[in-house]
Nanobody
Framework: VQLQASGGGLVQPGGSLRLSCAASGSIFSINAMGWYRQAPGKQRELVAR???????HYADSVKGRFTISRDNAKNTVYLEMNSLKPEDTAVYYCNKVQGAYDYWGQGTQVTVSS
């Protein structure tokens, strides 16, 4: 399984960005797939993900601002980020759990700054 993340960048506070994560290889489904982030000096944390059953789960800090969505035909998961704040600045990683394995994308930098 390979995960290719894209869509990061520099945005002003209050702005929006959309991240994409395309999965390739031996994909059973795009359940158990989502986004984590890691800010400098902090631990990696969950942002949003699809669970094993396909329901969504969000970190409290992004509820109402971020939306995870997917395109099953493209094996791609998206993260629409609105009302961005400086504290959203981090490297965002795509993650997928499949069987006993945990797969990670290469990370994409999101910087929220004026």
């Amino acid at each position: 399984v390979q995960l290719q993340a894209s869509g990061g960048g520099l945005v002003q506070p209050g702005g929006s960005l959309r991240l994409s994560c395309a999965a390739s290889g031996s994909i059973f489904s795009i359940n158990a797939m989502g986004w984590y982030r890691q800010a400098p000096g902090k631990q990696r944390e969950l942002v949003a993900r699809y669970t094993n059953t396909g329901s969504t789960h969000y970190a409290d800090s992004v509820k109402g601002r971020f939306t995870i969505s997917r395109d099953n035909a493209k094996n791609t998961v998206y993260l629409e980020m609105n009302s961005l704040k400086p504290e959203d600045t981090a490297v965002y990683y795509c993650n997928k759990v499949q069987g006993a394995y945990d797969y990670w994308g290469q990370g994409t930098q999101v910087t929220v700054s004026s």
